[in-house]
């Protein structure tokens, strides 16, 4: 029987890991969705904290779109609160073909939940008003904003989300070269396509595809790859 000291041949480490995250589908689903009724009837407090932060005035152009504004917030506050949970699944699903041991896996949920944190905070109090302020700041006597409620719930969570999970970069990188995937010298020697491979990454991700936004996210990512490679070096793994 193969064991966490027993891994898995590496062409089969995808199909294990699909077989071990499939156990796991079915109450992650169910939890999230109940997690968004139940947010559901907080998400005008949500709204109205996000609004204030950002100071923006907002309207709406189709009768379902509040109420589709709010079921976005509920799922947003959902995987926010149920990260630790996601987090830990995924983890544990690697477990088995990458012959993780206790100690690791918990070093790992416990490192990829703390940097997703430390982005979404980052981005919800630093990286999210500049760009908001900057974007709105062609506004005129000849150019109102009218904002539609449903956009502006889209870009916020889309954009905390996107940052929590680019702040997963270094755990990734750790774990890359640990398992011998992707040693230490490959990352040190591919800076120039790391940041082909960032603007692409910040191109997609973002929820507008203006040159600042793309700027605000692939910036913070190129220095977390670098704090990657301090890593590395600091935990003398090559």
């Not at 956009?151 to 070269?177: D, H, Q, R």
Request: glycine share 6%; hydrophobic share 55%.
């Amino acid at each position: 029987m193969t064991t966490a000291a027993d891994p898995v041949p590496p062409g089969q480490r995808l199909l294990a890991f699909c077989l071990e995250i499939r156990k796991t589908i079915l109450s992650l689903g169910i939890g999230i969705g109940l997690g968004t009724l139940g947010f559901y009837f907080l998400a005008p407090v949500i709204f109205a904290a996000f609004q204030k932060h950002l100071h923006q005035k907002l309207a709406f152009f189709t009768v379902a779109e509040p109420f589709l504004a709010h079921v976005k917030l509920a799922l947003f506050a959902t995987l926010f609160l149920l990260m630790p949970w996601i987090v830990y699944c995924f983890w544990r699903a690697m477990v088995r073909p990458f012959a993780l041991s206790g100690k690791a896996l918990a070093t790992f949920v416990f490192f990829t939940c703390l940097l997703f944190y430390i982005g979404t905070l980052f981005c919800y109090f630093v990286t999210l008003p500049l760009g908001v302020t900057f974007l709105l700041g062609f506004e005129s006597e000849q150019l109102k904003s009218i904002i539609s409620v449903g956009k502006f719930v889209s870009f916020v969570t889309v954009f905390v989300l996107s940052f929590g999970l680019i702040f997963e970069l270094p755990i990734f990188m750790v774990f890359f070269a640990r398992t011998g995937i992707c040693p230490r010298a490959t990352f040190e020697k591919s800076r120039r396509y790391a940041i082909l491979f960032i603007s692409i990454i910040a191109a997609l991700l973002t929820p507008t595809p203006d040159v600042v936004n793309m700027l605000l996210m692939g910036g913070p990512l190129y220095l977390l790859y670098e704090m990657g490679i301090i890593a590395l070096k600091t935990m003398k793994i090559k």
